[in-house]
Structure formats: structure tokens, C-alpha cells
DNA sequence: GGTAGACCTGGACGC
DNA sequence: GCGTCCAGGTCTACC
């Protein structure tokens, strides 16, 4: 089945879903045209649909796998807004931008909404796989994690969605190293899964949380496995910009910009966006380093 | 508050 | 084919 979203602003589909490697990872998929994305979502109700994602005159393209109840759609249409950032405001963004030559592409693209899961589970345990590791290697861990414990599409067993915290809390942390290949992150993912499932953790509930960015940051830093970097990672995914998810690949492009290559610390990448306030992390996300290696 | 060392995996490299 | 080294954030212990 088919239906449209109508973005309350202008979208650039293709900006989202190339606004960071989510789309790399499963169950996202990307379209043969590379225009499109798809995704396959276990539902509320338990039912597993893939449905891609495209862009259709000013229009947001829907297509589903299979024929869902009015419920169900609603509950696509209401994930799909969310993973696209539709609801987004960059006005004030683009306005402090305007006059700087290093950020004219992202704006002229239309650049600044950035690709969520459906779930905040989904996204923390993908950022957890991010953190000390090579892109190559979170890739065959979230890819092993959905397929091992994922529940499948009923009419193509290669496609699985992401496992539900209760999913993966049934699982030991020896299973999830030997099956995941997560290493040393088991008991990190072991237990945030645990404490959702038995009810202890409202994760979720940090999704439209009223508090203030110092405050959702804190509360992101008790999670075993998060730190500095992920923290402010996972705020970037909630439309929070005023901190820095610096790595070493920050390090590196603020030391080659502004440094001469010299080595840098992450008071020097914060002093580098200062000046951009409560929009210092969509400056640094959409920063144009191309003139440096 | 700052720092050092350990934690794991997979890929690159040398032999 | 095997062994070694390295990259990548976070945690814990220690000062």
C-alpha cells in the first residue's frame, strides 16, 4: 500500500538520509537510485513491514510491504516524521549561516535534518557500536545484532527488524559476545536492554523530553557505555545542538583547519564552535572541511 | 578534575 | 598462514 506525508517545510529527502552512515546500517537500506530509503519495522502490534521512503514532487512517498490496518499506517506515518526530523526547524539555522562560506553547501542542500530510528533503543545500542571501533566493524555488529535476534519479515527471511530491548535483555552477555561480536559493549547493551524491559529505564520517554540539553546529557552519561561523545551524539539525533560529539575524527579536521595539523584537544574543537551557540553541533555536523584531506 | 591503562575486534602489515 | 600492531571511546582506579 501507498500514502504521502506532507512536510510542513521544504525537505531534501536525500539530505537526510545521507546526513550521517544510519542509513548503512540494518535495517535501514538504501534505494537502488540512491534517492530512497528503506526500512524494515517491527510494529507495536508485533507485525513486521519494510516500507521505503521517496521523495514525490514536495511530497514524502510511502510504500509499505504489505496492506496494514488504519492503525498501523498511523503508526508508520508517525515513525517515518520522526525518522526524518520532519518537524525541524532550521530557520533560525540557516539565518545564523547565511554569511559563512564553509557552511553555503549544507544550506543550499538543505541540509540539517538528520536520520533517526524509529526508536531511541535503536539508536543508543547503534551509537554504543560506534564508539571505539572502525565504521567496517559497527556495521557487522549491528548487522549480526538484527539478524540474530530480530524478528523476521514473513515473506523474506533475509529481512529482519531491529530486536525490541526485550529481544536482546533474553540474552546473556556471553551470548551477545560470541554471537555479536560486540566484545568489552555486552554488558553495556545486556544491561540498558535489561533495565527497559523490566521497566526501570524510560528511554523512550527521552525522545520528547521538556528538559534542558545539560540536563538530557546527564541523564544519557548514566548509561554504561555512553560517554561525552555519545552523549552528545545521541542530542544531535534529538534536535539538541549545544554540544560537541567529538572524536578523534574532530580532533583531526579542527587540527587540520585551524591548527596547521598540530595536535588539538576537545577544548580546542569547542572553542572552534563557540561562536555558534546553541547551534554549535549542526555547525560542526554540516561543517565543509573538503579543502582538507 | 585530570590522567593512565585496560577493554575488544577486525583489518593492515610483515614475515 | 601466523603473529604483531593499530584505531577507535569509555570505564575504572588512582592521584
Redesign the pocket.
Same mark, same amino acid.
Request: net charge positive.
Given at each position: 500500500m501507498q500514502f504521502t506525508l506532507n512536510p510542513p517545510s521544504p525537505i531534501s529527502l536525500y539530505s537526510v538520509i545521507h546526513s550521517h552512515g544510519w542509513f548503512q546500517l540494518v535495517p535501514f537500506e538504501i534505494l537502488d537510485d540512491g534517492q530512497g530509503l528503506a526500512y524494515t519495522m517491527q510494529l507495536a502490534a508485533g507485525r513486521v513491514t519494510r516500507f521505503e521512503v521517496s521523495a514525490v514532487d514536495n511530497l514524502i512517498q510511502i510504500s509499505t510491504s504489505n496492506d496494514l490496518p488504519a492503525d498501523e499506517e498511523a503508526e508508520v506515518r508517525k515513525s517515518v516524521r520522526w525518522m526524518l526530523s520532519m518537524d525541524s526547524n532550521l530557520e533560525d539555522f540557516y539565518e545564523a549561516a547565511k554569511d559563512e562560506p564553509r557552511l553555503q553547501k549544507a544550506i543550499q542542500k538543505g541540509a540539517g535534518r538528520i536520520l533517526r530510528s524509529p526508536s531511541l533503543f535503536e539508536d543508543v545500542v547503534k551509537? #554504543?557500536l560506534?564508539?571505539?571501533? *572502525?565504521w $567496517?566493524?559497527t556495521k /557487522?555488529?549491528t548487522r549480526k545484532l538484527v539478524s540474530a535476534y530480530g524478528t523476521a519479515h514473513p515473506h523474506d527471511p533475509n529481512l529482519h527488524a531491529f530486536p525490541k530491548p526485550e529481544a536482546v535483555a533474553s540474552v546473556s552477555e556471553e551470548e551477545l %559476545?560470541?554471537t555479536v561480536?560486540?566484545? @568489552?559493549r555486552?554488558?553495556?547493551i545486556a544491561e540498558l536492554a535489561r533495565r527497559i524491559a523490566d521497566g526501570s529505564l524510560d528511554l523512550e520517554g527521552l525522545r520528547t523530553s521538556q528538559l534542558p540539553s545539560k540536563e538530557l546529557r546527564a541523564e544519557f *552519561?548514566k #548509561? %554504561?557505555? *555512553?560517554?561525552? @561523545?555519545?552523549?552528545a $551524539?545521541l542530542l544531535m539525533l534529538l534536535g539538541r545542538y549545544d554540544f560537541l560529539p567529538i572524536? /578523534?575524527?574532530?580532533l %583531526?579536521m579542527v587540527s587540520l583547519e585551524w591548527h596547521n595539523g598540530a595536535p588539538v584537544k576537545p577544548a580546542d574543537v569547542e572553542k572552534a564552535f563557540s561562536r555558534w551557540g546553541n547551534f554549535k553541533g549542526l555547525a560542526y555536523w554540516l561543517w565543509d572541511w573538503t579543502s582538507n584531506p
Open positions: 551509537t #554504543i560506534t564508539t571505539n571501533t *572502525l $567496517n566493524a /557487522s555488529m %559476545k560470541e561480536r560486540v566484545g @568489552y555486552a554488558p553495556f *552519561l #548509561i %554504561k557505555g *555512553l560517554g561525552p @561523545y555519545a552523549a $551524539n572524536d /578523534s575524527w574532530a %583531526k
